[in-house]
């Protein structure tokens, strides 16, 4: 439970940690388009 504390009162961790999660459902998201075109296309 201190672990969670520390993530939403240190904002350091929590937007680094935000910024994570962000770029990686970005980078998932082109991965999933990417692969669909791909594959719709053959």
Sequence with gaps: MAILKE???DPVIF???T???VLLGIGGF???Y???KIN???
């Design 7 to 9: 993530f939403f009162n």
């Design 15 to 17: 937007f680094s940690f």
């Design 19 to 21: 910024g994570l999660a």
């Design 30 to 32: 082109y991965v999933y």
């Design 34 to 36: 990417f692969m669909s």
């Design 40 to 42: 719709h296309e053959e």
